[in-house]
């Protein structure tokens, strides 16, 4: 396998493993359920939209659907593009952040956020956006609201929890280093996987377990200078989550 890793090439080969596993969105699963092995599939959309759109039209040619959050505001024509080859649309929802820890004006965000995207999708499920720099949680909300007021299934963390493993490619490696907040908790277990040759040598070999995967669109660049400008982008941010890190363990 000589595709550079985190690239869209490499990304297809995922995919090529994929193929014998019955993938699932976040809404069929949620909605469904199952009591054979699954594997629900997720897309975190922080930037790139291109990026998206290729893994999305990748993933359609093997025959495969996901589930795509998109941070606001919604981009109507990758949405649409997207939506169209059959992908779950969801809403990648930061409100706690931008409200700076108020819950109620947090929820007055999330309303108007979520109205605005479906203007341009059906939307039944959302997923918090964990970013790294802030203080919150954003699926603290949730501990004085209910979203189901809000004609949704379910949340992408909190409506999955009862998944054996959870896999995301945060931090640039698929066993949780550099991750601060795309966890689920001490429930799921990680089998330790590093590289993504060791994730696609693991759904070969595994093909009774249920899995979560999350990879976010940003980091599988289809081209060279993509590919690097991810590559430095995700270098600089690990370091400053290991800064902060230190900077919390002394006080």
């Known amino acids: 396998m000589k595709q550079k890793d985190y690239s869209l090439d490499m990304y297809e080969e995922i995919c090529k493993a994929l193929k014998v596993h019955n993938v699932v969105t976040v809404e069929q699963y949620i909605s469904k359920g199952t009591n054979n092995p699954i594997i629900i599939l997720r897309h975190d959309v922080d930037r790139e939209h291109m990026n998206a759109l290729a893994m999305a039209e990748l993933e359609h040619s093997y025959g495969i659907n996901s589930t795509y959050y998109f941070r606001y505001p919604p981009n109507s024509k990758i949405i649409y593009a997207i939506n169209k080859l059959g992908h779950e649309i969801g809403y990648h929802y930061e409100v706690l952040d931008k409200a ?17 995207f479906r203007k341009y999708s059906s939307v039944k499920t959302i997923c918090m956006h964990g970013n790294p720099l802030t203080n919150w949680d954003g699926r603290d909300l949730w501990k ?5 007021k809000f004609d949704l299934l379910g949340e992408a963390y909190l409506s999955c929890t009862d998944i054996p493993i959870y896999l995301t490619d945060t931090g640039r490696n698929w066993k949780g280093q550099n991750n601060v907040k795309d966890k689920f908790g001490t429930e799921n277990r990680n089998p ?29 660049s289809p081209g060279f200078w993509a590919w690097h400008r991810a590559l430095v982008r995700d270098n600089f941010y690990n370091f400053c989550k290991r800064v902060l890190r230190n900077l919390n363990n002394k006080i």
């Open 100 to 116: 700076k820890g108020d819950y109620e004006k947090a929820l007055n965000i999330f309303e108007q956020e979520l109205a605005d």
């Open 144 to 148: 004085y609201h209910d979203y189901k």
């Open 192 to 220: 330790g996987l590093k590289k993504t040759a060791e994730l696609i040598d693991y759904l070969n070999k595994n093909l009774q377990e249920s899995l979560y995967i999350n990879c976010h669109p940003e980091r599988w």
